[in-house]
């Protein structure tokens, strides 16, 4: 497992941008598949992103051409950035890790609070 810790969250008016970032310690973060989870009070935790460690991405329908997933492998960290921010992307986004072949993701962060105003 690795330690995640996010940082980026804060409050944005609807159609702004914010960058959320997670840094990630270790030395072999190039071997993790990397993702972006969201929760709001009384639901599920739901998939936002991922990034496998080969590079291939995967995005939620809800948030396809509007967020971007990135890592930088020298760093050890993966990013997300949220452009035209809608009051249902508000939630708390946690990043998490898998080692590259395994099927759950088994290490998250503490979390990050993504308020969008209408």
């Known amino acids: 497992q690795v330690q995640l810790v996010e940082s980026g969250g804060g409050l944005v008016q609807a159609g702004g941008s914010l960058r959320l970032s997670c840094a990630a310690s270790?030395?072999?973060?190039?071997?993790?598949?990397m993702g972006w989870f969201r929760q709001t009070p009384g639901k599920e935790r739901e998939f936002v992103a991922s990034?496998?460690?080969?590079?291939?991405?995967s995005y939620a329908d809800a948030v396809k051409g509007r967020f971007t997933i990135s890592r930088d492998n020298a760093k050890s960290q993966v990013n997300l950035q949220m452009n035209s921010l809608k009051p249902e992307d508000t939630a708390v986004y946690y990043c998490?890790?898998?080692?590259?072949?395994?099927?759950?993701?088994?290490?998250w962060g503490q979390g990050t609070q993504v308020t969008v105003s209408s």
């Open positions: 998490a890790a898998r080692r590259r072949g395994t099927m759950q993701y088994d290490s």
């Open positions: 270790g030395r072999t973060f190039s071997i993790y598949d």
């Open positions: 990034m496998w460690s080969g590079g291939r991405t």
